[in-house]
């Protein structure tokens, strides 16, 4: 019967349709590292897709210029975690801040070799080595109180909390005081809080500007903190701008007060050369130098193109730009030498957030 | 409020035995002749739709999913892709390729996607309020609007009249301290039925797992996963006269989730709470020149969501008005005439948005079909043009062709365009670090498919296999991306192209009491992004995330007597989990049980049943780093009265 035929046959085409797999996905091997493979070179943070993913880090050398990208789940079997913020180096310790996943994964700087985990926290966004026993954790908070989480380095351990203002974000410490930028976190707010490093308490809150995110210290030991302006209730354009704020860190008051044009577009991504005289920002689309004797902004860019997050490498002022593309595919560094002339750019993890320079 | 709920519960049950106890007389064959006068005027995909692949959810598998949700029910038994962020978590569906918004959900006609997200959450949906679910695969723009594009979810409600009082109570239990109660009580007279439908549903969701995404790969339970929900729906339909029939139908439903964390997050706070109206009427009239059908829809929903790691505290609320008309008649004796206007409003009030947000749409739509005696042959044009917020939208229309070749062999062919409106929050966001975007334009194009259905039948055995080919193309696809301010915004980036094999074989055979069931399936999709408004957009090419290439499923039944026992089995291929196509997920398969014993003892029927999910213990994720449970379980027993 020819009906029956065409039925067999048709059965007989469903069941190898079935059973054959075709385009499996060519795994990506990562390369096995060998003993301290991460002694010269820069650690780039890779936030990871937004929602449920995880983020790497990629590990460049500036031995030989090689790239390794997920240095910590091939050397510890595990994913590091949902949005990975910042890593530093601390006492050849590095500390990995994993913000949604609410936890700080230490790792052996120079192996990553996983060392333990700092849990309990809520948001973190950056770490900060205080001496060989302490460590400071900005973080968002819970409910949006912020705050810095101070860590006993020996246990993993938080041992203290400092309440800060809002979204405490960017840390840098001078002498022995810590100065916190407070960013807003899913609010706002407008101050740097002023931590005595040795008794762990606030000493003072500087009304600086709209959402400071960004923090340095120059040569002259002064602070330069990036106000990122505060957006209207639509979100249409800025309520108020941006602006660089310089601190005297010996009175604690505002030396300088640069307020940037735009309307539409936020400063980010405070930077230094290596010799800290020259900071650097991300602005309008390009990116910017300020020296440290400036006193009004400058109008010519040094590099004319938008990244997602800027480094520079104290050993030669190179430029690690990164570029995150799509948001949801693996995105790119660029390198930029002083002059701001492209050296080269090689492929990362997803959504490159973060540079630490080894 | 626990004890309310419970009286609550105990009132209508006791309710439902007076009814129940009430002695009630047949209707005589002479009523029962008079009343087919009134036929059931059908829905547009039954009368104007031509050449699409439907796939009807048996009865059968309805009573199995009974109390479960439409996202596990479709996961298991249809051919849809379902995107499940886990055990009561939400959940949303791919047809062929597309994304979740890019599927028109339908309750008895009337589009419940809802206008700040354009989806609908399946797994919100209890299958016991649902009497008939049909799914239309491809774009169908011009018979239901925005929103049509990969697929159509048709879930109906039906009722029968004369069939006295009627009422069942199921109650059942399973793992992960999942509880569920039902009740429906119907009461079906000549000229009039009045039915009631509730349930209540709770469960803790701590599956254990092992989290592969920790120090030690540690065994972990699943936290804040609990749910509670509960709910009614109220139908009464009423004939008057001859010609003419009345229905109201009033939906509540409460939901009270937490949100777990994913596998790389640790722990989560959140919790979503969803309230729902859903209101609706319609009324028939069957003339002998004109058929004329109104409806109308009142749908009022609130979420109320809350996360303390992001300070999140946002309640939200949406209004849904629709009106419906249509009027259908014969110009010649071999065709039909189906002509109607769809005027819907949505508004929406939330904090996200800088204001209270409203939208008007108005369409006129038509529908022309030619049909020759007994079906062999029939053919529907269909054209749609909507105005939204008073701007005309691209003019809407398809075509389609069937045709049965020779006994038991039919082609079906269509081509449709298709569109879809941007969502509320595409259009108004105004949060921390987002915003929307209100010149986005609508997503549209075109959808290709031809079908060769076969259907044998030799003695006791029945056979049937289909084939389906497809092609569409999806211009201006939205997505959210970066401004280079650093705030997120959705523009029309993307040109996506879908395309695929879809194949289905049955076998069924039957001899008195004894019945068995095989059938088997499997699908592949390519669905790429083709172009891009990003320059090197490395995307470009590359398959659609979390959009399976390949899915197989199988079945087999078997029925004997009161007794059925049912296995199915179902095999989901590698998904990318980000655009560039460099990771991904691994493929799984999961196994499940069904079995049930029907007992009666007089006028009382009893049913016990088990379910088995998950019987060879896959680790499996469905969405990256999204617990799922290993081996779970539900039993229960259903008593009917009657």
Request: hydrophobic share 35%.
């Amino acid at each position: 019967m020819k009906t029956k035929q065409l039925v067999i046959t048709a059965l007989a085409l469903t069941v190898a349709f079935t059973s054959c797999n075709k385009d499996n996905p060519e795994p990506e091997q990562p390369a096995t590292p060998s003993a301290s493979a991460y002694d010269n070179g820069v650690f780039i943070t890779n936030e990871g897709p937004f929602g449920s993913g995880t983020g790497t880090i990629s590990f460049y050398s500036r031995s030989n210029g090689a790239l390794t990208n997920d240095i910590f789940e091939a050397k510890n079997s595990y994913p590091l975690g949902n949005v990975v913020q910042s890593m530093s180096v601390h006492n050849g310790k590095g500390y990995i801040v994993v913000n949604n996943a609410g936890k700080v994964e230490v790792v052996d700087a120079g192996t990553f070799a996983s060392g333990g985990v700092i849990s309990g926290l809520n948001s973190p966004r950056y770490f900060l080595g205080i001496d060989n026993n302490k460590g400071y954790i900005s973080e968002w908070g819970l409910s949006g109180a912020g705050s810095v989480k101070v860590v006993d380095l020996n246990s993993k351990t938080v041992t203290a909390t400092i309440a800060t203002g809002k979204g405490a974000e960017g840390m840098v410490k001078v002498g022995n005081k810590v100065y916190v930028a407070c960013s807003g976190g899913f609010e706002n707010d407008s101050v740097v809080t002023v931590i005595d490093a040795t008794t762990n308490t606030v000493l003072s809150s500087i009304d600086v500007g709209p959402n400071p995110k960004s923090i340095q210290v120059d040569a002259n030991g002064k602070v330069w903190v990036l106000c990122s302006g505060q957006w209207n209730m639509s979100y249409t354009m800025l309520e108020q701008p941006g602006s660089l704020v310089c601190i005297n860190t010996t009175s604690d008051v505002i030396e300088l007060t640069l307020s940037f044009a735009s309307m539409y577009s936020q400063p980010f991504n405070l930077v230094t050369n290596s010799a800290k005289t020259t900071l650097y920002y991300t602005y309008d689309g390009k990116v910017y130098s300020h020296a440290q004797s400036a006193t009004a902004l400058s109008t010519a860019a040094v590099i004319n193109r938008n990244f997602y997050a800027v480094g520079v490498d104290p050993t030669n002022d190179y430029f690690y730009c990164t570029d995150a593309g799509n948001f949801s595919s693996n995105g790119k560094v660029l390198r930029y030498n002083a002059t701001g002339m492209v050296v080269d750019s090689f492929t990362v993890g997803i959504i490159p957030g973060g540079l630490c320079f080894k | 409020m626990n004890v309310l709920k419970t009286s609550l519960f105990a009132f209508f049950v006791i309710v439902a035995f007076a009814a129940y106890a009430q002695v009630h007389d047949s209707a005589s064959a002479g009523e029962i002749r008079e009343l087919q006068v009134v036929e059931v005027s059908e829905t547009r995909l039954t009368a104007f739709s031509s050449g699409n692949k439907n796939e009807t959810l048996d009865s059968a598998s309805l009573k199995r999913y009974s109390n479960s949700n439409l996202a596990d029910l479709l996961a298991a038994e249809s051919q849809v892709f379902i995107k499940s962020y886990g055990l009561g978590s939400s959940a949303t569906t791919s047809f062929r390729g597309a994304g979740a918004s890019h599927t028109a959900v339908l309750w008895n006609g009337f589009n419940i996607q809802g206008p700040m997200l354009s989806q609908l959450d399946l797994s919100l949906v209890p299958v016991n309020f649902l009497d008939d679910i049909k799914l239309q695969y491809g774009g169908a723009g011009a018979l239901w609007g925005s929103g049509a594009v990969g697929g159509t979810i048709h879930i109906n409600n039906k009722a029968l009249f004369n069939k006295g009082v009627q009422a069942s109570c199921n109650v059942a239990f399973g793992s992960f301290a999942d509880r569920q109660q039902q009740l429906n009580v119907s009461i079906s007279e000549k000229r009039w039925i009045s039915s009631l439908k509730l349930f209540r549903h709770n469960a803790k969701n701590d599956f254990p797992f092992i989290n592969t995404a920790q120090y030690g790969k540690p065994e972990q339970q699943q936290s804040n996963a609990e749910l509670e929900q509960y709910g009614l729906l109220q139908e009464n339909y009423f004939l008057i006269g001859k010609r003419q029939k009345i229905n109201t139908r009033f939906w509540y439903q409460f939901n009270d989730r937490n949100i777990p964390p994913s596998m790389t997050q640790n722990t989560s706070n959140a919790n979503q709470k969803d309230e729902l109206y859903r209101i609706t009427s319609e009324w028939q009239h069957s003339g002998q020149e004109i058929e004329l059908l109104a409806r109308m829809a009142y749908f009022d929903e609130y979420i109320y969501f809350i996360d303390d790691a992001t300070t999140e505290n946002s309640k939200s609320r949406s209004k849904a008005i629709i009106g419906e008309a249509e009027a259908r008649f014969s110009v010649l004796k071999f065709d039909r005439v189906n002509v109607g206007i769809n005027a819907t409003y949505n508004d929406a009030k939330t904090a996200d948005y800088s204001r209270k947000v409203n939208q008007n749409r108005t369409a006129l739509f038509a529908n022309y079909k030619i049909q020759t005696a007994e079906n062999r042959f029939n053919a529907v044009i269909s054209v749609r043009q909507e105005v939204v917020d008073g701007k005309a939208i691209p003019f809407t229309t398809s075509i389609g062709v069937e045709a049965e070749l020779f006994k038991g062999f039919k082609l079906k062919a269509n081509a449709a365009r298709h569109y879809r409106l941007p969502s509320f929050n595409d259009l108004y966001w105004a949060g921390v670090g987002a915003k929307g975007n209100p010149d986005l334009k609508p997503e549209s194009g075109w959808s290709e498919e031809l079908s060769i259905v076969y259907k044998y039948n030799y003695k006791n055995l029945e056979c049937e296999f289909a084939a389906t080919g497809f092609n569409r193309n999806i211009d201006n696809w939205i997505i959210w991306l970066p401004e280079t301010s650093n705030i997120w915004s959705p523009k029309n980036v993307q040109e996506v192209w879908s395309r695929g094999l879809e194949y289905k074989a049955a076998v069924t055979y039957k001899q008195g009491n004894f019945k068995v069931q095989l059938s088997g399936l499997y699908n592949y999709v390519l669905s790429t992004n083709e172009k891009s408004i990003v320059p090197n957009d490395v995307t470009v090419h590359k398959q659609l995330i979390y959009v399976p290439v390949e899915n197989a499923q199988g079945s087999l039944s078997v029925y004997y007597k009161g007794t059925s026992l049912t296995y199915t089995q179902q095999y989901i291929g590698y998904r990318y989990t980000t655009s560039d196509n460099k990771y991904y997920l691994e493929p799984y398969t999961l196994g499940n049980v069904h079995l049930a014993q029907m007992i009666t003892l007089n006028k009382l029927r009893l049913k016990a049943y088990a379910q088995f999910n998950n019987i060879w213990k896959e680790t499996y994720q469905v969405i990256a780093y999204r617990a799922m449970p290993l081996f779970n379980y539900q039993f229960g027993i259903c008593i009917y009265f009657r």
